[in-house]
């Protein structure tokens, strides 16, 4: 009996014939000339790297559920999705099924810098060359449509156009094909749809299934079904890099930080054993942090070296470094396997530019600000630094830099650092005096990017109390989830 699959595939190859007798190859290999791919797979890993990267997606409908959203902008909502936070966008280009345009990709692309996937059912060349004569960065292929000789040859023409290539599968053996069929590089990227294309019945226990067989060669991305922190949190920390999200972001308020809803950014600080680095990853952290500087939580680089091995994938290991020279850092970096330095005043001006040019954008440098009458001249510098991926707003006193358990006025740094316009639209974490029962009062007044927190879970300095840990991280992702719209 025939599937839905089917039917959409047999509507496409007509459409298919129609758009080749008006519209030339040649003509479409003249427009598609004039657009330079952006990196769509180098923008997930550059945005995953420090935190769930999202990949909104734009579409008027669908076949399940009907009109998705009846006010559709494309432009608008890709500029939205931009300023939300998103890593790269997805659009829906069939009409018949989904109400989608190639119109409606274009009007994206040229909206906004993030790099653009066109969401089609690929079944011809012809279809590649015209993604990029649209502004399309890169392409989807479906296993369950296509044949193993379809799927190399359509890859192969993506990449001879500098398009990257998208493979989705649902299915064990769908997985097993593409890596057959294409190995571990013949794909930029593998996701796994949760919807079932034959019966379109959602589950994410599909991706949990596949996440640990995807290569880490490609960027692994999740699809469907995904509607609150939760969700993500439980798939990344299966091993996912990027979160494709459609129409739970169009039926809300597309711009009102619509991406960071679900990805609050959450560390705990200060650890010093593997059993609480673990219970923080285990809890839904999305960074543990290492201190190497004077302190009752102080590590070395030989006792990190041993934890983060054992700690997930996908969970940042940030080292904490207060009055390390260059040189003690990079060796930190190197020996510990960080994916992340967070950086005191009292380390040099030129740190972040020289550890960029040293890692490159897979390291998350962050650059830490005492709150007090100077801090919103030093955020609105860093914020204006291309270096510096995020600042960390801290308390300081005489005897200590960090983990003092002490809070800064948060209605005073509200509207000097964290809300401030020349400020705002860089990542901007809280910490000071964090806490279970102060964290979500913090994220309402504050709005922080993300929160930081050391001693306010511990049970004794340098060991963390589990029920702390776990009332922290539940109650910072209520609040996130409070302050924004249903995502």
């Known amino acids: 009996m025939p ?7 047999a509507t496409t190859r007509a459409t298919l014939a129609s758009s080749k007798e ?21 923008a997930l890993r550059q945005k995953a790297a420090m935190c769930p990267a999202v990949i909104a997606e734009i579409k008027k409908a669908s076949p399940s559920k009907g009109l998705i959203r009846e006010d559709f902008d494309a432009a608008w909502l890709a500029s939205r999705y931009a300023a939300g936070g998103a890593a790269a966008l997805s659009v829906l280009t069939d009409e018949p099924y989904f109400q989608g345009s190639l119109r409606n990709l274009e009007l994206a692309s040229v909206a906004v810098p993030l790099p653009c996937l066109r969401k089609e059912f690929m079944v011809d ?6 993604a990029r004569a649209h502004h399309a960065d ?19 023409a993506a990449h001879q156009i500098e398009l990257d290539v998208l493979v989705e599968v649902h299915t064990p053996l769908e997985l097993d094909r593409v890596l057959d069929s294409l190995g571990e590089t013949g794909a930029d990227a593998i996701g796994v749809n949760n919807r079932d294309l034959k019966t379109f019945e959602v589950r994410l226990e599909t991706s949990l299934q596949l996440a640990s067989h995807i290569p880490t060669s490609v960027v692994r991305v999740t699809e469907s079904g995904i509607s609150t922190s939760e969700d993500l949190v439980r798939l990344r920390g299966a091993g996912f890099d990027a979160f494709l999200i459609g129409e739970s972001l169009i039926r809300g308020t597309p711009g009102q930080g619509c991406c960071s809803a679900m990805s609050l950014w959450v560390k705990i600080c200060a650890n010093t054993s593997l059993e609480d680095a673990r219970l923080a990853a285990d809890a839904g952290a999305d960074a543990v942090g290492f201190v190497f500087a004077p302190s009752p939580r102080r590590v070395t ?14 969970i940042e290991k940030i080292g904490v470094f207060v009055d390390a020279t260059l040189e003690e850092i990079v060796d930190a970096i190197q020996a510990c396997g960080l994916t992340g330095a967070q950086l005191h005043s009292d380390v040099a001006p030129e740190a972040p530019a020289f550890l960029r040019r040293r890692f490159g954008s ?21 914020a204006q630094d291309a270096d510096v ?34 400020v705002r639209q860089q990542r901007v974490i809280a910490a000071g005096g964090l806490n279970p029962d102060n964290v979500a009062e913090a994220i309402d007044t504050l709005r922080p990017w993300g929160v930081d927190v050391a001693s306010g879970v511990e049970a004794a300095p340098g060991r963390k109390d589990p029920g702390k840990v776990r009332a922290f991280i539940s109650a910072a992702r209520s609040a996130s989830r409070l302050r924004q719209p249903e995502v």
């Open 301 to 314: 680089t030989a006792q990190v070296a041993e934890i983060t091995p054992q700690l997930p994938q996908g």
């Open 389 to 422: 991926d995020s600042v960390l707003v801290d308390s300081r006193t005489a005897a200590a830099v960090g983990g003092t358990g002490i809070t800064f006025d948060w209605q005073l740094a509200k509207d000097a650092v964290f809300q401030s316009a020349a």
């Open 138 to 156: 890169a392409i989807l292929l479906i296993a369950a449509a296509l044949s193993d000789a379809e799927l190399k040859r359509l890859a192969k």
């Open 362 to 382: 897979k390291l998350h440098i962050l650059r830490v600000v005492h709150f007090g009458p100077r801090a919103a001249a030093e955020a609105i510098a860093l």
């Open 3 to 9: 599937t839905r699959l089917d039917a959409i595939l």
């Open 22 to 42: 008006r519209v030339s190859i040649a003509e479409l290999e003249r427009r598609a000339a004039a657009h330079d791919p952006r990196g769509w797979a180098a």
């Open 125 to 130: 060349e012809y279809q590649i060359v015209e």
